[in-house]
């Protein structure tokens, strides 16, 4: 039996915490649609990138969105585009022990 990959907005509510009416607050606030059926491609990304940037806002691991984005661009970089949402998640966690002194 196949499995079917998790669809983008499912894995970015699961990571995250966030539920799907949430990121359709998000998407509006970005002029796109609510419904993500009607995602353009691009918007899909942009808003994955939003969202993950939010989040590691609201979690405390950055305290601007300039700073989370510049970081959050940098690894987008060097990781392949199916391993970012959880490398950016590794990223957050490793960055906090490291400023705690906990990981050198």
């Not at 959050?72 to 990223?91: P, Q, S």
Request: net charge neutral; hydrophobic share 40%.
């Amino acid at each position: 039996m196949l499995t079917h990959p998790k669809p983008l907005l499912d894995k970015l509510c699961e990571v995250t915490g966030y539920t799907l009416l949430d990121l359709a607050g998000f998407a509006k606030d970005e002029g796109y649609p609510i419904r993500p059926i009607l995602l353009s491609p691009f918007q899909k990304i942009q808003l994955r990138n939003i969202v993950l940037c939010h989040w590691s806002i609201k979690e405390g691991y950055f305290t601007s969105c300039v700073r989370a984005e510049v970081e959050f661009i940098r690894l987008w970089g060097k990781v392949k585009e199916t391993d970012l949402i959880w490398a950016w998640i590794d990223y957050c966690q490793d960055r906090e022990l490291i400023s705690k002194g906990m990981v050198y």
